[in-house]
């Protein structure tokens, strides 16, 4: 067993652990059951983060949900009371929004996302916290370069916080280095 071996393993547990957290906190917060699946509250966090009244395709292919999928989903949330239908941008599709109370489970879903991650921060000094992010940021990279298809990385996100606007967004840069790859082949021209 290599350190390279071991860090990894601790890392994997740590991701898993944080996730488990993460989803009952969320889940919580919302009021939602804790349905094993984190995609009702990523459908949520999305469309009041960055989706702007979104068709139900669009909510799919962001969570990474087969058409069917996504219209049970946003079938589930409307059953709640946590988002309507509306007409879309075509005669064939409809635009979905959050409701009031679809807003406010939006914004205590990213509330408790935020407090589980900062208390997974605590004791940590200003100093530690200075390394740890560039880190966290090579990590997200990576994540971000290896990433084939399924749910956005940044479905979950507090785009305030990780100053995507100033484009200080680790998953934001990394997209689009994988972009400007594509674009430009070695050996191409």
Do not use: H, Y
């Amino acid at each position: 067993m290599t350190e390279l071996d071991r860090t990894a393993n601790v890392l994997g547990a740590l991701a898993g652990t944080i996730s488990d957290q993460a989803a009952a906190a969320m889940a919580g917060a919302a009021g939602l059951p804790a349905r094993g699946s984190t995609a009702p509250l990523a459908a949520l966090s999305a469309i009041a983060e960055f989706l702007d009244s979104p068709t139900v395709d669009q909510v799919g292919q962001v969570l990474g949900l087969s058409p069917s999928g996504a219209v049970r989903l946003v079938d589930r949330l409307a059953a709640d009371g946590l988002v309507t239908r509306g007409p879309g941008p075509d005669g064939r599709t409809r635009a979905v929004t959050l409701t009031a109370d679809g807003r406010a489970a939006a914004a205590a879903v990213t509330r408790a996302r935020r407090d589980l991650l900062t208390r997974m921060l605590d004791g940590f000094a200003a100093a530690d916290l200075a390394v740890l992010e560039p880190l966290l940021g090579r990590l997200m990279r990576n994540a971000v370069l290896a990433k084939a298809g399924g749910a956005w990385i940044c479905r979950l996100c507090d785009l305030t916080a990780c100053e995507r606007s100033a484009g200080r967004c680790p998953a934001l840069t990394a997209a689009r280095e994988r972009a400007d790859r594509a674009a430009d082949p070695p050996g191409g021209d």
